[in-house]
Structures are given as C-alpha cells and as structure tokens.
C-alpha cells in the first residue's frame, strides 16, 4: 500500500527537521513518500521514506520565473511528484494540458507522477462525477505508452472533501475506484480527502484502495503514526 504525504505550503526549516526526525521513527510495512515544500526538499534525510514534490513545471527549462523543472527535481533525488492538484487547478488555473505537459518531462527524468483527480461538489450533485475524473485522466494520459501509463499513480480525490472532514460513503467512493480502474486496470489508485485515524477503518473495507493521500493528517505525527498502524 502507497502512503503518500503531502506537507502543502507548511514547515519551516526548523520546523521541518524536527518533524523529519519524528518521521523517521514510523514504522510500517507500506511505501511511504514524502512531498515536502520545494524549501524543504534539500533537508529531507531517511533511509526508509522516499521524496516527492509537490509540484513540477509543465516547461522542461527556460526562462520561467519561479519554475522547477523535472530535471532540477531529479538532480535532488526526488522519485515522485504530485500533478494536477485540485488547490492548483483552482488557485494557479492549472488546464489538464499543462497537466499532461508536466507529466511528460516527470517521464522523462524517471520521476512518477501522482495524478490528482476529483469532482466538486456542484458536479457531484449535477450526477457528473464519473464524467469529470474520466476526461481528467483521458486528457493527461491518452498519449502515453504502455510502459509508461503502468507508472501512473492515480489519487482520486473529491475537491468536496479536501479538508472538510466530510468524506464519501464507502458505496460512493467505491463506484469512482471502480470507474478508474475499469480503463486504467494496471495503475495504483490512492484515495485522499479528510483521512484520518478515525474514518481508515471504515476506508479499509474497501477492497479496492490501494493507498491514500493524505494532507493534514502528514502533518500530524502522532495521528499519522496511529493511522498507519490500523491500516
């Protein structure tokens, strides 16, 4: 099972180093990657936790101010990268073109990405859900190659639940895995949105999950070390 961690914009440098010493001390059986600020990458240290981004720039180099690009990710030993991020999507006005643009140069430098999919709320009650996530991930993935489709990891998660603390039921969550991995049957599919501690024994009855992104919870040690042990 895939645990990825996504800090978004906290931790400071000081911050950060304590929490990575804390982090260190988890134990799990299950594949955990840590996506740090860009600030932070460089002091990130473990020999059991593998790095990701947040982010990536859909250009491959140039001048892009404030950009990071796949092979500047790559140099730093990053091995995945989330894309395609609701709060990106919304507050950058990210288009799935320059989803599929960044992950195209991850591909290239050998970084998976994590691609981010889900329906609003308004989209969920309009019964277009199923319609939003599929043209999400025909738009960034119809191009690849098999060899390189099979690298995609899927997160699927509903912009409604994103720190809410309100999530699917199991039935709702269910049908949406069952909808993504009837056209990608190859690929890893995390669910993420309002993961904690609490609700995972719930989650866990669903068969399908192969892993979570979480937000908040990466943030909290001690809730993140319960939750992987009930996992």
């Not at 006005?93 to 609003?120: A, F, M, V, W």
């Not at 969920?124 to 099979?150: G, P, W």
């Not at 989650?203 to 040690?221: A, C, E, P, R, V």
Request: aromatic share 8%; net charge negative.
């Amino acid at each position: 099972m895939i645990i990825a961690l996504n800090n978004k914009c906290n931790l400071t440098k000081e911050e950060f180093l304590t929490y990575m010493t804390k982090l260190n001390e988890i134990q799990s059986k299950h594949t955990i990657i840590l996506c740090p600020s860009f600030t932070n990458i460089n002091l990130y240290s473990s020999n059991s936790i593998h790095l990701g981004a947040q982010n990536v720039s859909s250009y491959e180099e140039g001048a892009y101010t404030g950009e990071i690009s796949a092979k500047q990710l790559k140099k730093l030993g990053v091995e995945y990268c989330i894309v395609g991020h609701s709060e990106r999507r919304i507050y950058q006005k990210e288009t799935n073109t320059d989803i599929k643009y960044k992950i195209t140069h991850l591909l290239q430098e050998n970084i998976r990405p994590i691609l981010c999919i889900g329906e609003s709320k308004e989209e969920r009650e309009s019964k277009m859900a199923d319609k939003v996530i599929l043209q999400e991930l025909e738009s960034a993935l119809s191009d690849l190659k098999k060899e390189d489709l099979n690298k995609i990891i899927i997160a699927y998660e509903p912009i409604w639940a994103i720190g809410t603390g309100f999530i699917p039921n199991n039935d709702e969550i269910e049908e949406m895995f069952s909808i993504i991995k009837q056209k990608y049957p190859d690929n890893p599919v995390l669910y993420g949105g309002s993961v904690n501690q609490n609700n995972i024994e719930e989650l866990k009855k669903i068969s399908s999950i192969d892993g979570y992104l979480l937000g908040g919870l990466s943030l909290k040690i001690n809730e993140l070390q319960t939750f992987v042990n009930r996992l």
